[in-house]
């Protein structure tokens, strides 16, 4: 169990390109293991590998209800190759944005395609929550944050208060 810090905007980590991950090694699945034991604990639905620094392509996701069982997925080299024509608007949240909440609209379905912890392809389809969840991920790993979507008004009142404090906890 490692519960790993969750970084803050505005980390430079949070907007840089990752990397493919090239083998399904014990590291790649200790690295796994460590981010569902920080998105649980957060807690969270989702976490992409930058959001703790390291710059992988690989995210966790777990949409299960408190009190469920727990599902979670885990997604290496995740690509989304076809999204569906409806829109969908919900409320999205970021850890690496904490307490603020926004609507963002997206494409109601996704298909995405990645490589599980054994190793193996698989292909999926999504809607509801867990198409949102999935895309706020992705975007993740390209460097991209759910506030991007807002008016630029909205992104940039954002950004000064997390720039504003970041300049004060280095003081
Ligand atoms: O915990 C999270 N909740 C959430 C709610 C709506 C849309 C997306 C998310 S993902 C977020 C965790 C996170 O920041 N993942 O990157
Ligand atoms: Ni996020």
Redesign the pocket.
């Known amino acids: 169990m490692a519960i790993r810090p969750i970084l803050i905007i505005p980390d430079a980590r949070l907007r840089a390109v990752a990397d493919p991950i090239v083998e399904v090694d014990e590291e790649i699945k200790t690295l796994a293991k460590d981010m569902l034991d920080t998105?649980y604990d957060?807690?969270?639905?989702?976490?992409?590998a930058p959001?703790i620094g390291v710059m992988k392509r690989i995210?966790v996701m777990d949409l299960a209800a408190e009190g469920e069982t727990p599902t979670p997925l885990v997604m290496i080299n995740p690509e989304i190759t076809k999204f569906g024509d409806e829109i969908q608007v919900?409320?999205?949240?970021?850890?690496?944005?904490p307490e603020l909440y926004y609507e963002?609209e997206r494409p109601s379905t996704v298909t995405v395609k990645y490589t599980d912890l054994d190793g193996k392809e698989v292909t999926k389809d999504a809607d509801g929550?867990l198409a949102?969840?999935i895309q706020?991920?992705l975007d993740?790993l390209d460097g991209v944050l759910?506030i991007d979507y807002l008016s630029r008004l909205k992104r940039d009142r954002v950004i000064k208060k997390f720039d504003k404090q970041a300049k004060l906890a280095a003081r």
């Open positions: 998105m957060a807690p969270g639905i989702g976490l992409a959001q995210v919900t409320e999205e949240g970021c850890l690496s944005i963002v929550k949102v969840c706020h991920e993740h759910y």
